[in-house]
């Protein structure tokens, strides 16, 4: 009977656990279609054809971690550039992110929208940016130009979940730039920061525009040294539609 017991101690926490992985997979499954229905919509959107060629990592809980946020305040707006140089949509700082995932320590920068942009760059169709916090998560890291899109990825994030005593980062919700899937549009640059400093230094630091960028060490925001075996990979087809 005793053994009986300990068999059971043992087999009913694995089947729970078990359970939970795979409600949580069921979970992703459901974002990504919302995910695809979302680029059928507004402008520049994509054909029902060419969802079919959108590509994604198994999902993994070990990419979705609990984080720590800072608000920023006062951050000046400044527009994103993108690869070839041309102005990209205008964006303000809005909080920064922390946590450790695969034994590496990552800071990662919240941006916000501030004027709606002049092209698509997020799956999500943007209004109006007077009616909504539109917030996102770009980073790049090691997977970029081999599994996943050359110009990196994004995460969609919310104001209140950002707020809460549970953040939450989830790699598996990770997307490509819309522009991944458009011909003839350059992909967003990530904006260089102050490097070794703290939050309250970053932004002391961004409210001094008097002082040349090149005076201050800095490094390109969100790169995360790992590879990010999770959300979306390279877009299946040849971009454009």
Not at 91 to 96: A, F, H, N
Not at 206 to 235: C, M, S, V, W, Y
């Amino acid at each position: 009977m005793n053994k009986i017991f300990l068999i059971l101690m043992v087999l009913v926490p694995c089947m729970a656990n078990a359970q939970s992985v795979q409600v949580y997979k069921e979970s992703i499954a459901q974002y990504r279609d919302g995910y695809k229905m979302s680029l059928l919509k507004g402008e520049d959107s994509l054909s029902a054809t060419d969802t079919g060629y959108l590509r994604f990592y198994d999902a993994d809980p070990k990419y979705r971690v609990r984080a720590s946020f800072e608000q920023v305040s006062g951050a000046a707006p400044f527009r994103l550039e993108t690869k070839h140089g041309r102005i990209g949509p205008q964006v303000r700082e809005y909080g920064i992110v922390y946590f450790n995932m695969n034994g590496a320590t990552i800071t990662l920068h919240v941006y916000r929208i501030v004027t709606r942009p002049k092209f698509r760059i997020l799956a999500r169709f943007i209004k109006n940016t007077d009616e909504e916090i539109v917030l996102f998560i770009p980073f790049t890291d090691r997977t970029n130009n081999r599994e996943t899109f050359l110009g990196g990825r994004y995460l969609d994030v919310s104001a209140a979940g950002l707020m809460s005593n549970n953040v939450v980062i989830d790699f598996n919700k990770a997307c490509n730039w819309h522009t991944a899937y458009e011909m003839g549009y350059p992909y967003i640059v990530l904006p260089s920061v102050p490097d070794r400093m703290s939050p309250m230094e970053v932004n002391q630091t961004r409210l001094h525009p008097d002082q040349p960028l090149a005076q201050i060490a800095t490094i390109q925001a969100n790169d995360i040294p790992i590879e990010i075996k999770a959300g979306e990979k390279i877009f299946g087809h040849n971009p454009g539609y």
